[in-house]
Nanobody, 128 residues
Framework: QVQLVESGGGLVQAGGSLRLSCAAS????????MAWFRQAPGKEREFLGV???????YYADSVKGRFTISRDSTKDTVYLQMNTLKPEDTAVYYC??????????????????????WGQGTQVTVSS
């Protein structure tokens, strides 16, 4: 089992920046993907990007160039740096993880069903 805890959300003005953190604990040694999703009110959960243990990070077109994922392996923590924020970025942001022992590796890494482990979410509100 893997436990995930997000932090760093809050209220920011348009054009500003925020950095979200996702700390993993438990069986972290075989995590192969850590992804970020978001869900705005009335909308489906949206894939944003993924850290890959064995390849380069991958981002959705909607955030490419504005959002960056990084990982501190010493802390088992993944970060989502969000720059040039827009009001339409307002949402609850979730991190998710996939491990070799957790299964679901047959799903696309952009599919939320491919991640058995989820954090509780953190609210990001961007004011205009």
């Amino acid at each position: 089992q893997v436990q995930l805890v997000e932090s760093g959300g809050g209220l920011v003005q348009a054009g500003g920046s925020l950095r979200l953190s996702c700390a993993a604990s438990g069986r972290t040694f075989d995590i192969v993907r850590m992804a970020w999703f978001r869900q705005a009110p009335g909308k489906e959960r949206e894939f944003l990007g993924v850290w890959r243990a064995d390849a380069l990070d991958y981002y959705a077109d909607s955030v490419k160039g504005r959002f960056t994922i990084s990982r501190d392996s010493t802390k088992d923590t993944v970060y989502l740096q969000m720059n040039t924020l827009k009001p339409e970025d307002t949402a609850v942001y979730y991190c998710a993880a996939r491990s070799t022992s957790g299964g679901r590796t047959g799903y696309s890494e952009q599919d939320e069903q491919g991640y058995p482990y989820w954090g509780q979410g953190t609210q990001v509100t961007v004011s205009s």
